[in-house]
């Protein structure tokens, strides 16, 4: 092959193949020549609608000193809040760390959606022609690229960021709900730890009013029914001390198997008190606050923006594709004829295939839109029947504090000062302290119901219930 044949050739092929190498720069994100050099990021889908940047995030696994070292920095605590429980299981917790895989793989679809295929070389000989005295060896060479029709590209990296973003929401949907799942558990823990205070508490009193039911007896003041009266008494509360320990044991195996640690190994005790309840909440703002912010709707809302982008692309399916080659064919034996370049097209002719597949894509984002708007209604329900729960639950700790624990505390007050002139029995007395107790108990269990229903609220909502963010429109446009 002669020198200028051979340049013509070359010139040939960079002109072909450098369409598919050059560096392609699409709205946020920048393709390098490198294969290996992935972007971190990836841009917003459409404007207007809700945007999430999707951040490459590693998780690795803690090294043997490092992890023994964390665990014991989380043992040894003097004391356990919820928020550092729902910190550590959520580093701990296997579901998270496969939600947040699925979202990485699921980011790195849009450089592969984006981008074109792979250029083709073909390569082919006729091997007779080089031992021929009569003609030059003959050998074809060829270069193709495909393209794919205008906006294809951007269509299919939409389609690919769309699953992307509903990948990201739905890891802060698992996020949501493993955080409520551990509040709910620490609350068990810290109702355990407080009512087995009580009862200790009481059982001290019991044993003091005891002594005093015993040296009035042995002063004979009283009859021997008070003395058995406060021996059972002291055995109930023994009784129930019991259960709180069960109680506490399996509240405390709970936590340690949300933590993937021994059913039964040691925790910090939890928090002394809880904070009181807050002022009453507006349910018509939590409702809007929820459509702006529950990542289950954000991950529905962007499944259809990807069927949005599915049904767009089977637009463009109307419309063909270009394939561009370039050819050096020395089976020509006249030198001019041997360099070609070329176009390859589909021709889109099978119209009922096309139409069918234009079809299924708009079923499919009806079905999706049908789907956002049934959560929608039931996000409202769900955030109503929360805040009334809520709602309860504040109303009743006022009253215990008000009215209730008061009039108990003096009715107890009274019939000690009685029972100690002769006016009232020691079963009297005995039942109003034991009506002091559970009230005591009742009113921790609706202290931590009502930060039991209060996570359960945020879940409803989709994280902070006083918010004054300005609500986004979830539901897409119908074009």
Request: hydrophobic residues 40%; charged residues 25%; glycine residues 4%.
């Amino acid at each position: 092959m002669s020198p200028n044949r051979m340049a013509r050739l070359c010139a040939l092929l960079a002109v072909v193949v450098g369409g598919g190498c050059r560096s392609t720069s699409m709205r946020g994100v920048t393709r390098v020549d490198e294969p290996c050099d992935v972007p971190a990021s990836v841009a917003s889908i459409e404007p207007g609608t809700k945007q999430l940047a999707l951040t490459s995030v590693s998780y690795e696994e803690p090294t043997p000193d490092s992890s023994d070292v964390h665990k014991a920095d989380f043992t040894t605590q003097t004391e356990l809040s919820a928020e550092r429980l729902v910190e550590e299981v959520e580093a701990r917790n296997p579901t998270l760390q496969a939600l947040v895989a699925a979202w990485q793989a699921a980011a790195q679809r849009y450089p592969q959606a984006i981008s074109l295929e792979d250029p083709m070389f073909m390569a082919m000989v006729a091997p007779a022609s080089f031992d021929s005295n009569v003609v030059d060896p003959g050998y074809t060479l060829q270069a193709s690229q495909k393209f794919p029709w205008f906006g294809k590209r951007a269509i299919r990296g939409h389609q690919a960021q769309a699953g992307a973003n509903a990948a990201y929401f739905d890891l802060e949907d698992g996020r949501l709900r493993l955080s409520a799942i551990t509040r709910a558990a620490y609350y068990e823990y810290y109702l355990a730890h407080r009512q087995l205070e009580i009862n200790r508490q009481n059982l001290e009193i019991i044993r003091q009013l005891r002594k005093t039911a015993q040296s009035r007896y042995e002063a004979n003041q009283v009859t021997q029914q008070d003395l058995l009266q406060a021996e059972l008494e002291l055995a109930a509360l023994e009784r129930r001390g019991i259960e709180l320990e069960r109680a506490e044991k399996v509240s405390r195996a709970r936590i340690n198997t949300l933590l993937r640690e021994e059913p039964f190994s040691e925790l910090p005790p939890p928090q002394q008190q809880l904070d009181s309840p807050s002022d009453s909440l507006d349910v018509s703002a939590l409702q809007q606050l929820a459509v702006s912010q529950r990542p289950d709707l954000a991950a529905q809302s962007a499944r259809v923006r990807a069927e949005q982008a599915a049904v767009a692309l089977a637009c463009k399916d109307y419309y063909p594709d270009t394939e561009v080659f370039g050819r050096y064919d020395a089976m020509w034996q006249e030198e001019p004829l041997q360099p070609a370049v070329g176009v390859n097209l589909n021709v889109p002719i099978y119209r009922g295939r096309l139409d069918a597949a234009l079809k299924e894509k708009r079923f499919a984002l009806s079905q999706r839109r049908a789907e956002l708007e049934q959560r929608m209604l039931d996000v409202q329900y769900e955030v109503a029947n929360a805040y009334e729960q809520v709602d309860e639950s504040r109303r009743m700790l006022k009253l215990y504090d008000a009215r209730l624990l008061p009039a108990a505390a003096q009715n107890v007050a009274a019939a000690r000062g009685n029972y100690d002139v002769n006016k009232t029995s020691f079963f009297e007395l005995a039942s109003a302290q034991r009506q002091l107790i559970s009230l005591r108990e009742e009113r921790e269990q609706a202290l931590t119901n009502y930060h039991t229903r209060l996570a359960e609220l945020k879940l409803a909502v989709g994280g902070s219930v006083t918010s004054k963010d300005k609500v986004d429109e979830i539901l897409p446009p119908n074009d």
